[in-house]
């Protein structure tokens, strides 16, 4: 069974302080990873995805997050944290043709 | 705007009644989800459509959900007979199916509340 973890509903973070989003994953053979990001009442936007290749992937608005296979994650990070980009944060595989989604983590970035 | 767009953004229901929502897809894009999303959880899959093909349907979506995208371009889900349950946001999300990858676009989502 396909499966993705958030183990923190909520991460607290101080502006300009590094922050980390935590995500770790079950799938049978090779996996496509996602993060999404979700402002209230929006939809989710793309942030960024792993395919193949360097294990650490860019993506929008400076967030950038490292796969690791031996430790089946996929943790997102940003280097310095603004309070803009407090909100929920999705991570998801894609496998076998579909999409399967964690529960999210509410980041909260304070001034 | 080349986005996803749903309509409507909001609908209030009694019970027992029947809704529709819209979903317009990136135009070029092959495939359309459906999902649920309540407070607290991540998005729900309903079910997908490649082009006008209904693909797979969530076995936990029960017979008054129905789906569909006739001409492979926009997309409807209905529930009949609407049960305060229902009550969530529901997501229409396309992607662009490419040498077996795709990166999902999500729409604004129609948040739904059953009285």
């Known amino acids: 069974a396909q499966s993705v973890a958030q183990p923190e509903d909520q991460v607290n973070v101080a502006e300009g302080n590094p922050l980390t989003v935590k995500c770790t994953y079950s799938v049978s053979g090779n996996p496509y990873l996602f993060w999404y990001v979700q402002y209230p009442n929006r939809g989710l936007q793309f942030l960024l995805k792993?395919?193949?290749?360097?294990?650490l992937v860019k993506g929008s608005y400076g967030f950038e997050a490292e796969f690791n296979k031996s430790q089946t994650s996929f943790h997102l990070k940003k280097p310095s944290a603004l309070v803009s980009d407090s909100a929920l944060y999705f991570c998801a595989v894609y496998n076998f043709n579909k999409f399967y989604f964690g529960s999210g983590t509410k980041l909260n970035v304070k001034p | 705007d080349t986005g996803v767009s749903q309509d409507p953004r909001h609908k209030i229901t009694k019970r027992g009644q029947n809704v529709t929502f819209r979903c317009d897809p990136i135009s070029e894009h092959n495939r359309l989800y459906w999902y649920r999303q309540t407070l607290g959880q991540g998005p729900e899959f309903l079910t997908y459509f490649q082009n006008e093909a209904q693909l797979e349907k969530s076995r936990l979506l029960s017979d008054r959900f129905s789906a569909e995208r006739p001409k492979g371009s926009f997309s409807t889900l209905e529930i009949q007979r609407t049960e305060q349950g229902d009550s969530a946001m529901y997501l229409c999300?396309?992607?662009?199916?490419?040498?077996?990858?795709?990166?999902?676009?999500f729409g604004p989502g129609t948040r739904l509340l059953v009285l």
């Open positions: 792993y395919i193949t290749g360097d294990n």
């Open positions: 999300a396309s992607s662009l199916l490419q040498a077996m990858q795709e990166t999902q676009y």
